[in-house]
């Protein structure tokens, strides 16, 4: 039989034993929430509106990017049988806080595929535009900008890059960035695949068919054939591009 000063310290280890079961079995129940950033996202567009709740735009999974419980989504709605326009829309803790619908509501088929959130102040969405239709479109953001409209011509997808305010949704100013046919001049297809940001300048990663634009915006030699991979890196106000390049390309 134990005595009593034995049997006193087995029931210490006891408990001490059991503490420390109970608290792994709440760290492994309760594990730490860690905010998860997603800076940029680009992909194909998907339909929503303004009157969806997060969980059904999330399952969507379309293009979005987060910081902590906030979370920016980009689209496009479906409002007649030939023609979307682009949406995109915020969310706090589940809670939408913005949702824009204004920026192209005219006839071009336009539609949101990709941004960049630096989760503070810098954000820019990526919408495509087919051609200037009467009405308001990204042109007014555009003037006084490296390309203020689609150009000549129309059909062929273009990009818009467009500097967006976060906390209100606001559009500040934009750019189209688009190829331009070497031989008439008209507006040729373009697709963005990436945005970067270095805290001063934007660097776009694109798919351009022939012919990519120089800084300039004049049409580059190209041999080969397209689409080109092309890199044009613009100034955080998207007025200037300080260089592009695409391959085989001058």
């Given at each position: 039989?134990?005595?009593?000063?034995?049997?006193?310290?087995?029931?210490?280890?006891?408990s001490l034993s059991i503490a420390l079961v109970a608290d792994l079995v709440i760290t492994q129940k309760a594990p730490p929430a860690f905010a998860q950033t997603i800076n940029s996202s680009i992909g194909n567009g998907v339909t929503f509106s303004c009157n969806d709740s997060e969980a059904t735009v999330r399952a969507k999974n379309g293009p979005k990017v987060s910081n902590g419980n906030t979370s920016i989504y980009i689209g496009y709605q479906q409002?007649?049988?030939?023609?979307?326009?682009?949406v995109t829309i915020r969310f706090d803790n589940g809670i939408k806080t913005w949702c824009k619908t204004d920026y192209e509501t005219t006839n071009d088929d336009g539609t949101g595929y990709g941004l960049y959130w630096d989760g503070a102040n810098v954000l820019y969405g990526v919408y495509s535009s087919t051609g200037s239709q009467t009405g308001n479109d990204f042109r007014r953001f555009a003037t006084g900008r490296w390309l203020s409209s689609y150009g000549s011509g129309g059909g062929p997808r273009v990009a818009v890059i467009a500097r967006i305010?976060?906390?209100?949704?606001?559009?500040g100013y934009a750019t189209f960035l688009s190829a331009k046919k070497a031989d008439n001049g008209q507006t040729n297809s373009l697709v963005v695949n990436n945005l970067s940001w270095d805290g001063t300048n934007l660097t776009v990663q694109a798919k351009s068919w022939w012919t990519p634009r120089r800084a300039n915006t004049n049409s580059m030699i190209c041999s080969g054939s397209s689409p080109y991979q092309y890199t044009v890196i613009f100034t955080g106000d998207l007025i200037n591009v300080n260089s592009a390049s695409a391959n085989t390309c001058t």
């Open positions: 039989m134990m005595n009593s000063r034995k049997l006193q310290k087995y029931f210490v280890g006891l409002v007649s049988s030939n023609n979307k326009n682009p305010n976060p906390a209100d949704g606001q559009v």
